[in-house]
Every structure is written in C-alpha cells, then in structure tokens.
C-alpha cells in the first residue's frame, strides 16, 4: 500500500480522482496527508471530507524555499507518508524536499512535455495553434515540468478553440492517467533507466486508442489498465 501525500494549492480536482479511483477499489493507497501552502485551498476541504488529515503550510511565514520545504518534509513523514503526488501545487520545489523522497514524487502536468512547461500550459499551446494536445505525469526533478515521463495523453484540439476549453478537455484525461500513474508506482512497478520510466508488466503497442465519454478519444501511452 503506498502512503501517499497529496500537495494542492487549489481546487483539487486531481485529488478528487485519486479519491474516487480509491472508493472504486482501483487505487492502492493509503492517503496519509493533504498539505497546501494556502489556507483557503478547497483541495483541504476534500481531504476533510473524505477523512483525511489536511493541513496548511504558509509559505510565506518562512525565510527561504528551503526552510518552508523542510517544514513541509517534516510534516509529511510525521504522518507516515513515503511518496509525494503534486495536484495543482504552485510551489517549485527545492533539493531539501526532493532528497527526502528520492524517485517518489510524481506531477501531473496540463501539456504534452517537454512542450509547454509552465503554468498556463493549456493556454500556451491553444495560442501557439497546435493541432495535438495533453497531459503528462512525470516525476519531479529541481527543473520545472522536466522530470521523467510516466504517462502522456494526446487529443486533438478542436479548430478555434481556446485556453479556457482546451484546459476542460485535458483535464477530463488528467482525472484518469494520474491515478494510473499513481497506481504502478503502488505496485513497484515503475523503473527508471536514464530519463526513460518503463512500466513492468505493460504491453507495449504502437498506438492506444482510449475512448472518453465526454473528453473525446485519446492516445494514451503506456496504455491505461482496465478501470482507468
């Protein structure tokens, strides 16, 4: 069972999926903390509901990034937690964090990497006109948006569309490749050879269509596990 934080700096949606893949049986993990660095961070009020301690961390009240990712290590593994997932965290974060939990934290990002690092990625890409759009998870190194690659989701971006619902509909695939994510690093399956993650036990095809109810089909790769 992986004991997991959750960082959030907002509305939580992401968490919100782990959440549910966990109430549907399909998540091994054991959520220990959610932690944000503001107050008022809904993603709090998720973790309260479903029974799970939340806590905020006022960045501001520190000295430097590393004293206030310390405080964040600190309280992490006082709740147990040995891996990190980023939902919406708007904080980079510093070598005193990331040595703490070397090769389990794990992001989720609104753009196909390495194109579109950033905050406003979906805006980014819709005005830069691409044709093809996503997600990626991927793990966190002291680069932004540039760990290795887990899992990316590709879909088409419809003709005129802009920031606003290129974000919808990537979010939509965001709710089921996180999860997954979260789910082979759960089952110890995720290795690492250089910058490349291979998932063990995964077929590896050429393409994997995945139909989406809402969000439009994708191409997901390594491919999406039955439940996902």
Not at 196 to 201: C, I, N, Q
């Amino acid at each position: 069972m992986l004991k997991l934080a959750v960082l959030v700096s907002g509305s939580g949606s992401n968490l919100q999926a782990m959440l549910d893949r966990k109430a549907q049986g399909l998540l091994d993990v054991d959520f220990r903390l959610v932690l944000s660095n503001k107050a008022d961070a809904n993603g709090l009020e998720r973790a309260r509901a479903a029974g799970i301690p939340a806590l905020a961390i006022d960045h501001r009240q520190f000295p430097d990034r590393e004293a206030f990712d310390a405080a964040m290590v600190a309280a992490i593994q006082d709740h147990g937690a040995d891996a990190v997932a980023l939902a919406g965290f708007m904080r980079m974060l510093t070598p005193t964090f990331l040595h703490a939990f070397p090769g389990r934290v794990l992001n989720i990002h609104p753009a196909l990497l390495p194109s579109f690092p950033g905050i406003h990625g979906q805006r980014d890409a819709a005005e830069y006109g691409v044709t093809i759009a996503g997600c990626t998870v991927h793990l966190v190194d002291e680069q932004m948006d540039h760990g290795p690659i887990i899992i990316q989701a590709a879909l088409p971006v419809p003709s005129g569309a802009d920031g606003e619902t290129l974000a919808g509909r990537i979010l939509a695939w965001e709710h089921r490749i996180y999860p997954q994510a979260l789910q082979w690093l759960a089952q110890g399956r995720l290795r690492l050879e250089g910058r490349h993650v291979r998932v063990e036990g995964s077929p590896c095809p050429d393409v994997a269509r995945v139909p989406g109810s809402h969000c439009g089909e994708a191409l997901v790769h390594p491919p999406l596990e039955p439940g996902f």
